[in-house]
T-cell receptor, first 117, second 115 residues
Framework: AQKVTQAQTEISVVEKEDVTLDCVYE???????LFWYKQPPSGELVFLIR??????QNEISGRYSWNFQKSTSSFNFTITASQVVDSAVYFC??????????????FGAGTQVVVTP | DAGVIQSPRHEVTEMGQEVTLRCKPI?????LFWYRQTMMRGLELLIY????????DSGMPEDRFSAKMPNASFSTLKIQPSEPRDSAVYFC?????????????FGPGTRLTVT
């Protein structure tokens, strides 16, 4: 079963518009971690944020902000005043504890963001 | 730090040939991961190592795939024999991960095309 759902396949916006990417996750663990990664057209995966399940404070980093709501199992990501350089595929990921370690990252399908001038 | 290094960056091979992908993790990182990315299946974890020991290989698609980590600074992913459905981008990632999951640092990927 899919543990991380990113229902939006592609979002197209005009520069300076805000864009919100949805991420819904599923887990039975009380302790877990959530991540967002960016994959620009060049192909590499770039880490954006890590959030643990005990920290529900929203976070802002420049034009990026994240809204973590355990009640709805969501970890949404907003880009404010989008720029062309924000065009990329954005992945949400979940890490649950295992008997061995925290190693496995389970990725959502990704949301393609296209920002046009 | 040079980051995670993968080679080759691109590989084109014919069906039936052996393919070896290589990865050098960031120095000091205890965990190494191999991922595969395709349009159909997205990003999927194939296998990961902790201190050179394979921990979870449940994502390895079949016996044609094998991975090794002979030392802390080198890992290989081998496909023998290769098939067209193996065409994908293969990423290697590493992390320190002392307690909870740290961020994983990804390499640039190897784009494999099997004809």
């Amino acid at each position: 079963a899919q543990k991380v759902t990113q229902a939006q396949t592609e979002i197209s916006v005009v520069e300076k518009e805000d864009v919100t990417l949805d991420c819904v996750y599923e887990t039975r663990d009380t302790t877990y971690y959530l991540f967002w990664y960016k994959q620009p057209p060049s192909g590499e995966l770039v880490f954006l944020i890590r959030r643990n399940s005990f920290d529900e404070q929203n976070e802002i980093s420049g034009r990026y902000s994240w809204n973590f709501q355990k009640s709805t199992s969501s970890f949404n990501f907003t880009i404010t005043a989008s720029q062309v350089v924000d065009s990329a595929v954005y992945f949400c990921a979940l890490s649950e504890p295992t008997t061995d370690s925290w190693g496995k990252l389970q990725f959502g399908a990704g949301t393609q963001v296209v920002v046009t001038p | 730090d040079a980051g995670v290094i993968q080679s080759p960056r691109h590989e084109v091979t014919e069906m039936g040939q052996e393919v070896t992908l290589r990865c050098k993790p960031i120095s000091g990182h205890d965990y190494l991961f191999w991922y595969r990315q395709t349009m159909m299946r997205g990003l999927e974890l194939l296998i990961y190592f902790n201190n050179n020991v394979p921990i979870d290989d449940s994502g390895m698609p079949e016996d044609r795939f094998s991975a090794k980590m002979p030392n802390a600074s080198f890992s290989t992913l081998k496909i023998q024999p290769s098939e067209p459905r193996d065409s994908a981008v293969y990423f290697c990632a590493s992390t320190l991960n002392p307690v909870g999951p740290d961020e994983q640092y990804f390499g640039p990927g190897t784009r494999l095309t099997v004809t």
